[in-house]
């Protein structure tokens, strides 16, 4: 589990992950693949990533605390799923062509598909050691709902690359002292049985 960077990070290593795979061909620089929404007026970038929604695993909830090692427990960290799209930027300096874009598309997708899960923790120190990672999913939205996602953006609909990675697990702040037995009590007595004989 993470602290709340957790996201933050999650996002950070798919860029990584982009940029790594993507550079230089079919796009020229890393720098060219940013964290931005469809919204942004930025030219710079070729490749956008969008963070869209995040929900809470609710079939994996759990309100066991747990103990750590320093004498506190902890609430259980609550397990969520990233909504990520990729997009292409039309108002990029270098505008992309058809072809450009679904050899960018293609490589991205097949990237994705490759990795199968994402590793953060080379960013974030806050992971147990052993943690799994999270599994990237791609997702088969229907033409409706990806039209609302764009509709949602005030953004006219485009071609886009929909992915999943969960679970990624969001640390709770939430401590408190674990109480410990420091004294026992014995007490000891003797019990007549019912069969016993008194002397009048």
């Not at 609430?75 to 990233?82: A, E, M, Y």
């Not at 108002?91 to 679904?102: F, N, R």
């Not at 994705?112 to 960013?123: F, K, N, P, V």
């Not at 709902?145 to 609909?157: E, G, H, R, V």
Request: charged share 20%.
């Amino acid at each position: 589990m993470a602290d709340f960077s957790v996201v933050a990070d999650t996002s950070a290593a798919l860029l990584r992950l982009l940029r790594d795979n993507l550079c230089p061909d079919p796009v020229v620089s890393p720098e060219s693949i940013a964290l931005a929404a469809p919204t942004d007026k930025n030219v710079d970038f070729q490749l956008g990533l969008a963070l869209y929604d995040f929900k809470e695993l609710y079939e994996y909830r759990s309100t066991t605390p747990i103990n750590g090692e320093d004498g506190f427990r902890t609430r259980p960290p609550k397990l969520l799923s990233l909504y990520y799209l990729l997009f292409v930027n039309s108002k990029a300096q270098i505008a992309a062509g058809a072809e450009l874009e679904q050899r960018i598309f293609g490589r991205a997708l097949q990237s994705l598909e490759d990795a199968g899960s994402l590793d953060i923790s080379g960013q974030n120190p806050y992971l147990l050691p052993g943690e799994e990672s999270a599994g990237i999913t791609l997702l088969t939205h229907s033409f409706e709902d990806k039209t609302k996602i764009w509709s949602a953006m005030q953004t006219p609909y485009q071609m886009a690359v929909y992915f999943m990675v969960s679970p990624v697990a969001l640390s709770s702040r939430v401590r408190e002292p674990i109480a410990r037995v420091t004294q026992t009590r014995l007490e000891a007595g003797i019990i007549a049985s019912p069969g016993a004989l008194v002397e009048g």
